[in-house]
């Protein structure tokens, strides 16, 4: 197998896991970040060690010039994209009259507007093709809103609906679309979280711990190959069990 998948902001957290276990399945994976460079090499050097193959390349997902610029770079160096997972994201906590209309932007732009940039580009050479995969991380916020994260819970919910949209628009091209919705996991993006409000969520979750990025990068991985042939459309909570 020689298929290409990019995960954009592959090189920390959900993203670094799930790079490795595309990896894993054979996936040649292209691995995007924003800032982070050494990180994004680190998580290829990981990739290599284990005998697969990739490369990392920078862009900002929010900037359709951008997404422009990687997948063409990633076309170039890697061939065409067969598995896209919008996995890039940033958190914001707080009260939305608090927020200003910058911060508003900049949350919609990366959480909401850049996969569907990212999808937007992808879509032609799947339909082409008559196969393809895209997986949205989504937010279990997403589906039940969480206080002081307004903004971020509206744009998860909008990745669900695309998700859904697209699974709809894209079957008949064989093209599958899925979303994984995690709860707590514990990566950088809630590091501004007490070691309290830690232990509270972990309590609030009945198998009673907080969730690694290798549970939510498995599911991805899952999702991407063809033990999931017939899964389209879906919302895949991995969250310990908050219902
Ligand atoms: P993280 O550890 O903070 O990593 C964020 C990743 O996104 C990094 O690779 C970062 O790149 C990249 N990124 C940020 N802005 C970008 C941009 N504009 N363009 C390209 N890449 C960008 O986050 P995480 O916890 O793994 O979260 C990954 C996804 O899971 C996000 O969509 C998040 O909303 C979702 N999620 C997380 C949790 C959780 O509890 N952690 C729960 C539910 C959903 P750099 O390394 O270069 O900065």
């Not at 067969?82 to 910058?102: F, K, P, S, W, Y």
């Not at 809103?145 to 990745?159: D, F, M, Q, T």
């Amino acid at each position: 197998m020689n298929k290409v998948a990019l995960i954009t902001g592959g090189s920390r957290g959900i993203g670094a896991a799930a790079s490795k276990e595309l990896a894993r399945l054979g996936f040649t994976v292209a691995i995007n970040y924003i800032s982070h460079e050494k990180d994004a090499k680190g998580v290829l050097d990981d990739i290599l060690a284990l005998g697969g193959y990739g490369k990392c390349f920078q862009a900002d997902i929010s900037d359709p010039g951008d997404v422009e610029r990687l997948f063409c770079e990633v076309e170039y160096e890697l061939g065409n994209v067969d598995v896209l997972i919008n996995n890039a994201g940033i958190a914001h906590i707080g009260l939305l009259q608090d927020m200003t209309n910058e911060e508003i932007r900049r949350m919609t732009d990366i959480n909401l507007l850049g996969p569907i940039y990212c999808s937007k580009r992808a879509i032609p050479n799947m339909i082409h093709k008559k196969s393809g995969v895209i997986i949205n991380v989504a937010s279990m916020w997403g589906e039940v809103g969480a206080s002081c994260e307004a903004v971020y819970s509206a744009c998860k919910a909008g990745v669900i609906g695309l998700t859904k949209a697209l699974a709809k628009e894209l079957g008949p091209s064989g093209i599958r679309v899925n979303c994984v919705s995690p709860g707590v996991i514990r990566t950088q993006m809630n590091s501004e979280l007490s070691e309290e409000d830690m232990r509270q969520l972990c309590d609030d979750t009945p198998l009673l711990r907080i969730g690694t990025p290798e549970d939510v990068g498995r599911t991805i991985a899952f999702l991407s190959g063809e033990n999931a042939s017939f899964i389209t459309g879906q919302i895949v909570s991995v969250n310990g069990g908050i219902i």
